[in-house]
T-cell receptor, first 113, second 114 residues
Framework: DAGVTQSPTHLIKTRGQQVTLRCSPK?????VSWYQQALGQGPQFIFQ???????QRGNFPDRFSGHQFPNYSSELNVNALLLGDSALYLC????????????FGEGSRLTVL | GNSVTQMEGPVTLSEEAFLTINCTYT??????LFWYVQYPGEGLQLLLK?????DKGSNKGFEATYRKETTSFHLEKGSVQVSDSAVYFC?????????????FGQGTELSVKP
């Protein structure tokens, strides 16, 4: 049973560029949440997707956007990258929107130069 | 707003020592509380959880009790092993947020020496 898979695992971008990160949820899960984890910090909630719609959003600017596909996989897009966007981006999946029992992927490490 | 505060690390212990990692929270209502663990090079894994006051979550020898009166959820283990070396995150999920939105503490790094 495949867990949550994310791609790419590492990437380097320059300021002003755009990036797309991808996530496949654990088999049977229909809800995907994205988190940003800065070095030495706890993850911070970006947004959650369920039934192909953004259902909740954290305190992140509109430069951060996402999408969920009919097969429940998801993308996180970040436009106009800033140095401060350098972080580990974590995808988490769950069945439904409740309980808080999330299954996390290993993350995509983004470095912005 | 809701928040989670953990004791700062790193915490360094010898094998078989007793572990306590403190976690306190601020939240409206009655949140669910969690401990997640992040082993080197891996994603976060749910270690244990408690959904109401006085509940005790336990897993792999770790325990934590939901204390509403002190708004705490301290993680304990009676005898740590080298394999327990990881970063531990305390988190809460507010009843007013419909799942998926966890609020994490800053993490506590644990290093266990042989």
């Amino acid at each position: 049973d495949a867990g949550v898979t994310q791609s790419p695992t590492h990437l380097i971008k320059t300021r002003g560029q755009q990036v797309t990160l991808r996530c496949s949820p654990k088999s049977g899960h229909d809800t995907v949440s994205w988190y940003q984890q800065a070095l030495g910090q706890g993850p911070q909630f970006i947004f959650q997707y369920y039934e192909e719609e953004e259902r909740q959003r954290g305190n992140f600017p509109d430069r951060f956007s996402g999408h969920q596909f009919p097969n429940y996989s998801s993308e996180l897009n970040v436009n106009a990258l800033l140095l401060g966007d350098s972080a580990l981006y974590l995808c988490a999946s769950s069945l439904g929107r409740g309980t808080g029992e999330l299954f996390f992927g290993e993350g995509s490490r983004l470095t912005v130069l | 707003g809701n928040s989670v505060t953990q004791m700062e690390g790193p915490v360094t212990l010898s094998e078989e020592a007793f572990l306590t990692i403190n976690c306190t929270y601020t939240a409206t209502g009655y949140p669910s509380l969690f401990w997640y663990v992040q082993y080197p090079g891996e994603g976060l894994q749910l270690l244990l959880k408690a959904t109401k006051a006085d509940d005790k979550g336990s897993n792999k020898g770790f325990e934590a009790t939901y204390r509403k009166e002190t708004t705490s959820f301290h993680l304990e283990k009676g005898s740590v092993q080298v394999s327990d070396s990881a970063v531990y995150f305390c988190a809460l999920s507010s009843v007013y947020n419909q799942g998926g939105k966890l609020i994490f503490g800053q993490g506590t790094e644990l290093s266990v020496k042989p």
